[in-house]
């Protein structure tokens, strides 16, 4: 599902640089990214969707070579395929629950808008405990509310890869395990790679795999590329 090999990328006037001579994940694999803060667990995230680009390297994604792709061509390729779980959730504030679920097919034409795909906003919504807040504004939803609106936005398009950066982060015990069984029972039903960025390690035991990034993060005056 996602191939990087030799990537490099740095932010402009920083000494961030993230170095991967290779990281392969597979597909159906449920992966769980672990390390400090600035280590680049969420930059990775944002590579691999297409946010940002690469300066050198190769990313390809589902074999589409993500790197090469300009701009527009990332957004689109990001909309179609990937599913994601923003740390700040990112959920457009004059939209009502229901609609920001639904906010792929909103802004995408090549995604087409039928009752199913209405009806399955429904059920997700059902099943992470949000049936009676669909009409509701993301400023009349508690912070784990507004969560579980964006989790069931980055599933409604049934996307073959999912990214989710600290999902569970502002969840009870309760709907932390409730969320993380669906993301489980998706993948394994569709066969969709999961990569989470997450500082809970009393999660990790339900992956496949475990990355420590911490040794992908290097300083840009340390040019003999040991890591910090």
Not at 29 to 37: F, H, M, N, Y
Not at 43 to 56: E, F, K, V
Not at 183 to 209: P, S, Y
């Amino acid at each position: 599902m996602i191939d990087i090999a030799r990537l490099s990328f740095q932010y402009p006037g920083s000494d961030f640089v993230l170095s991967i001579a290779h990281l392969s994940l597979g597909i159906g694999e449920k992966v769980a990214v672990v390390g400090p803060s600035g280590s680049g667990k969420t930059t990775l995230l944002n590579l691999i969707s297409g946010i940002i680009a690469p300066q050198a390297g190769e990313l390809t994604v589902a074999q589409k070579n993500v790197a090469a792709m300009s701009d527009s061509q990332r957004r689109d390729f990001r909309i179609n395929h990937i599913g994601m779980v923003f740390q700040q959730f990112e959920l457009v504030e004059y939209l009502r629950a229901r609609e920001n679920i639904l906010l792929p097919y909103l802004i995408n034409s090549s995604l087409q808008l039928s009752r199913n795909v209405q009806q399955h906003a429904e059920n997700l919504a059902n099943r992470v405990g949000l049936e009676d807040k669909l009409n509701r504004y993301p400023n009349q939803l508690s912070q784990g509310e507004q969560q579980r609106v964006a989790i069931c936005r980055a599933l409604i398009t049934g996307p073959k890869l999912l990214l989710a950066d600290e999902p569970t982060g502002n969840l009870d015990p309760a709907n932390k395990r409730k969320i993380l069984e669906i993301l489980f029972n998706e993948c394994k039903a569709n066969q969709q790679t999961l990569v989470v960025v997450t500082h809970d390690m009393a999660i990790l035991d339900g992956f496949d795999r475990t990355i420590d990034f911490e040794q992908f993060r290097q300083s840009s005056h340390n040019p003999s590329g040991a890591t910090k």
